[in-house]
């Protein structure tokens, strides 16, 4: 499984997703019921400041590479987010200057087997 190993840089973040199913009923009654087994899944904004123009490329890249379809892992992250499996379907660059980039990404977390 790929990997990055480039460190994120401050203002990075984690946030939860819920997935679950629901049903309004007749009184102002609703009925909710988790969807699927892993139904709380993390979703991780990643930043990298004042990285290289080769740094970045290097990212970008990596995330064109597999497309938002090919989970892998993040070893710089803190436990237990780095043994976690990771997809990127969302990322961008900003030019800071003619040589340094700053990149944002949106990891997913992926249960794929």
Not at 51 to 74: H, I, K, N, Y
Request: charged share 25%.
């Amino acid at each position: 499984m790929s990997e990055i190993t480039l460190h994120v840089s401050s203002g990075s973040g984690v946030r939860h997703r819920v997935r679950v199913l629901e049903k309004k009923l007749g009184d102002g009654f609703t009925q909710r019921a988790a969807e699927g087994l892993n139904n709380v899944a993390m979703k991780y904004d990643a930043v990298w400041k004042g990285l290289s123009a080769e740094e970045a490329a290097g990212l970008l890249q990596f995330f064109r590479d597999r497309a938002g379809t090919e989970p892998f892992t993040v070893t710089s992250l803190p436990e237990p987010l780095n043994t976690r499996k990771w997809i990127c379907k969302d990322w961008s660059e900003v030019w800071v200057s003619a040589k340094r980039r700053n990149v944002q990404a949106v990891f997913e977390e992926d249960f794929s087997l």
